[in-house]
């Protein structure tokens, strides 16, 4: 188990790189973070001399990559162009938190939701809650994730209001101005009221597509041998169902959780976008936007690794669920 | 899921026919996927023949600010936008637009995913070890963001848009052909074909690429509806086709402004995009279903 | 033809399988009878509706299948009147079952000590320990080395033979009168096979069980089985002790069956004699008449207008034909 992990964390190591690289090649064809330097009148034309040498702006790309890394490794993450004042890390360390508040909570969230409700659309095949279950989750699958926020700005922050005239949930944002001092609970009350639109709309997206493949490993399942053997054994369908089928239907509904983790950043990066979330999604455009070269680069490097630790933790939880992994 | 099949077929040849016809036959009872086919029929209907009956101009501003932000009327049964243009023309050759891109990016995303994959499954070693790390890295990236920054190097024409969706788009198919062909391998046939000296190509493309066909089809019909999606958000962020030319993703690009004034500009696009989608979805699932063979026993 | 006590009567079971493309008569009309202690031998080309019956008798048939007539009188109780939870009771208790792919009839991601114990701490009444200590009891009695490290191990880790022994302790786990064993060799490699047949007929000596077993090999039967009953396409065509069944085979098919056994046969028949020609038919389009009379050689009009009756042609040997084999053409 351990020589196992070893190796696939040391595996992944390239895979960072390599995205970090590709990350950095286009992003440099995009963006001159001194072109936006030199219209800031708070940094001075010497600093930018000095910084075209210390980023390697002075070398070929590949080298200066390789230099940008290095210094990226050291811990020197170099100043946000978009907060003038503000070192990149001081930015990225203010959105991080939110983002994985976020992502945090959808993913519990569409995990708790369709894991079961695939599991009951297979165990209920052509049934009505089968049929309705298969809708809802092509509805998911189908509707553009930012379409679909605004779609519930519309419903719940334009057409439904509060007696007191406040809509009911606010469009955007993360916090109610003055809510910064307040004790935990009513802090955390308040972001709720934030977060609760952009983890369903984000949700949807993973609930939709998840639970239509649970529904099918687990109907996969159900024809295996070894559930009639469970059952010629005279074990109760309580136990046939959630001992034998559930575990085997887990195993290739982790890999599926792990893959679809890139495309949850992503849909992450166009929620906080609609609903104004100062996360690291938001931070990312808008620094590509404002030619923020170093903001930009740190927080695809820190998301790509991100969704690498999430395929590691599922490579673990995999090999916990599939005994046939642990040994090979 | 090697498509036992469709291999036994083309020992057989005359069968194929039957296979397919099967897999019609069973498309057929397939109500989802039936719904989504006549759907996407009436959309592509609409979407072509559209501007030909409403002749009116999706990209012309008129003069002055009184055509501005209308709410529906006999003239512009869906109001105007924000510049005064008619959102009913706009909707129309969007509609064609965003169909279009869909289209291309995701065919050329499976041609090069398939070729990739059968590349890299055929042949083994190197190639395959440094075209699957690639594959590898690509999906570990968070591909929207990148995406956008391709966006806007590309700059914001169709063709753009096609190529910077297709660049993140291929990986998939590369490793699911991929897989299809090394589970190949193992098959009798494959052996067979290269101890008589059958050339690499041909034993390719006349005994992979068919087997290989009923993912690539599910895969292409799913893709489309994916890549219409993704060029509606990077159209929505500001980064996709460049207006004046319309699309539905672009109409709703500052649809943001205008949710507490003028829903109708959010509800055209969205709900267009959200049906398009819907039925390629629909038809990809029963094609799964259709051709799954592993209902043929 | 057996003289015990009556365990198992199988009278007129009819399964069919309900399907898009139409009914299928998996098993139509099998009657058969078990003894206490005897081994019943049930054997036919694949696809006869072996694994149908065998199923039904559990209660286990998945839709689209489903019984649709008959009696399953099990220690004089019908089966099919049992309610969910009694037949339950009666599953892995009073009869065990084992089938035909090792590989696959194991869960994967269970210990194999877990497998079984959970099969004891079903139907007995007694606690975790006392169930791995009875659990290792079994393993030892079919014959793994080590019972208390193989325990811990998974399916996986263990061979197609020693999976099937798992899959007989476990059946065996609550000494069950009647044992259905569905082709359990018929994945194995010979040698493997010899053992495990081997095994169960040691066990069904100490244990006294008696004992349903399937298989599409005549030879198997020729060893294991008391008594024999030929099925074709879901019903039974000859039935009866096996010495009679083997020397005196009465029914066409079960003739070219013998036929196609080379050790079976003796060598001066076997030139004149040819194995059964074409296929068991399609289940959706069933030949009218006698099932067997495309590939019947002695098939007349008669047999191609009207199924044939099971009728006791001598004592106690009933075989479903118009034109059973002459004494003469004698085997074995
Ligand atoms: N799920 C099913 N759907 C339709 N037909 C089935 C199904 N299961 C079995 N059958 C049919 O029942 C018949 C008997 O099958 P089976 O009992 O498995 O044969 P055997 O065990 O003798 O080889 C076959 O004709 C088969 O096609
Ligand atoms: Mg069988």
Redesign the pocket.
Known sequence: MRTYLTRRILQLIPVIIGATLIAFFILSLVSDPFAAMIENPKIKLADIVRLKHQWGFDLPIYLRFFKWFGSVVVGNWGPSLLYPGYSAREVIFRALPITLQVMSLEFIFSILLSIPLGAISALKQYSKTDYSLTLFSFFGMSMPTFWFGLMMMIVFSVWLKRPSGVPLLPPGGIQTPGMESAAFLPRMLDRGQYLIMPVIVLSLFSVGGWVRYMRSFMLEVLHQDYLRTARAKGLTERTVIYKHAFRNALIPIITLIALSFPGIVSGAAITEYVFNIPGMGRLVLSAELKNDFPTAMIALTLSTILVVIANLAADVVYSIVDPRIRYS | MANELTLEEKSKGRESYSYWGLVFKRLRKHSMAMIGFFLLLIIIAVVILGPLIWRVSPTQQPEGMEDILLSPCAAHPFGTDEYGRDILARFLYGGRVSIFIGFMAAISSVFFGTVIGLITGFFGGKIDTVLMRLVDIMLSIPTFPLLIALASVLGKGVWQIILVIFVFGWMGDARLVRSVVLSLKEEEFSEAAKAIGVSPLRIMFVHYLPNVMAPIIVSTTLGIGGAIVYEASISFLGFGVQAPLPSWGNMLQHAQDYIFTHQALVWYPGIAIFLTVLSFNFMGDGLRDAMDPRLYR | MYKTEVLLEVKDLKTY?F?DDGV?K??DGVSFTIHKGEVLGLV??????????S?SIMRLV?A??KIIGGEIIFKGEDLLKKTPEEMRKIRGAEIGMIFQEPMTSLNPVYTIGNQISEAILVHQDIGGEEAKKRTIELLNLVGIPEPERRFNQYPHEMSGGMRQRVMIAMAMSSNPDLLIS??ATTALDVTIQAQILELMKDLQKKTGMAILF?T?DLAIIAEMADSVAV?YT?KIVEYSDVRTVFKNPKHQYTYGLLMSVPSLVAVETKVELPAIEGM?PN?YHMPQGCHFNPRCPFATETCRKEMPELKELEQQHLVRCLHPVQASKEVV
């Not at chain 3, 036919?44 to 019956?53: H, I, L, N, Q, T």
């Open positions: 399988f399907t299928v998996a098993v036919g080309e694949s696809g006869c509706g072996k694994s149908v019956a199923l998945d689209p299948g569905d082709e399937i599409h099925t879901g068991v289940p």
